[in-house]
């Protein structure tokens, strides 16, 4: 029973491409979050949406984009796509926690692995 | 930004033996979890261990946090081949919001 679902396990791109990544989300959570994962980095926060037509900027937003028009669906836009854009990217999404008793235990999609040529 | 680091980076065991991670923060936590990654798959939470408590345990699993060094370690005893995977750590930052700040990850090999 898949809860989080990215739409593409591997892409390939070209520098200078628009690149959509899509994840959708069946649990009826509130918070939605794309990372990107590197070897020795992690992962790093690239921008998160905590309601519908929300969204604020993680770690590291440059040359990213993101939409979030309805509550299941979250989308990481890549304007023009850099080499340095490679990458592992891992959508997540958790209900609403209220700081600091509560906390945000993520579900995790199966990742999309982007490559840019 | 505020990662986390883990320690060791590495790690290859037989099976049957135990494994220790050890994460650590540079400031103040709330809420430590652990996530295990299968190669190339997403992660998949599994504990939680709030900023009052020292210990937890699940099943296998044994997680400690000490606030005072901002540090936490997650043990697992009598591992098993399936246990193969990467071990992340990720944690609520006093001033971070609500945001995970995850470590960088151990990379745990269990050998028949």
């Known amino acids: 029973d898949v809860k989080v679902t990215q739409s593409s396990r591997y892409l390939v791109k070209r520098t200078g491409e628009k690149v959509f990544l899509e994840c959708v989300q069946d649990?009826?959570?509130?918070?939605m979050f794309w990372y990107r994962q590197d070897p020795g980095l992690g992962l790093r926060l690239i921008y998160f949406?905590?309601?519908?037509?929300?969204?604020e900027k993680g770690d590291i937003p440059e040359g990213y984009s993101v939409s979030r028009e309805k509550k299941e669906r979250f989308s990481l836009i890549l304007e023009s796509a850099s080499t340095n854009q490679t990458s592992m990217y891992l959508c997540?999404?958790?209900?609403?926690?209220?700081?600091?008793?509560?906390?945000?235990?993520?579900?995790f999609g199966a990742g999309s692995r982007l490559t840019v040529l | 930004s505020q990662q986390g680091e883990e320690d060791p980076q590495a790690l290859s065991i037989q099976e049957g033996e135990n494994a220790t991670m050890n994460c650590s923060y540079k400031?103040?936590?709330?809420?430590l979890q652990w996530y295990r990654q299968n190669s190339g798959r997403g992660l998949v939470h599994l504990i939680l261990?709030?900023?009052?408590?020292r210990e937890k345990h699940s099943g296998r699993l044994r997680v400690t946090l000490d606030t005072s060094k901002k540090s936490s370690s997650l043990l697992i005893t009598a591992s098993r081949a399936a246990d193969t995977a990467s071990y992340f750590c990720?944690?609520?930052?006093?001033?971070?919001?609500?945001?995970?700040?995850f470590g960088t990850g151990t990379q745990l090999k269990v050998e028949l």
């Open positions: 997540a999404s958790s209900y609403r926690a209220h700081f600091p008793s509560g906390a945000n235990v993520l579900t």
């Open positions: 649990m009826d959570h509130e918070n």
């Open positions: 261990i709030r900023s009052n408590e």
């Open positions: 400031t103040s936590i709330n809420n």
């Open positions: 990720a944690a609520i930052l006093t001033g971070g919001g609500n945001k995970l700040t």
């Open positions: 949406s905590y309601d519908v037509k929300m969204k």
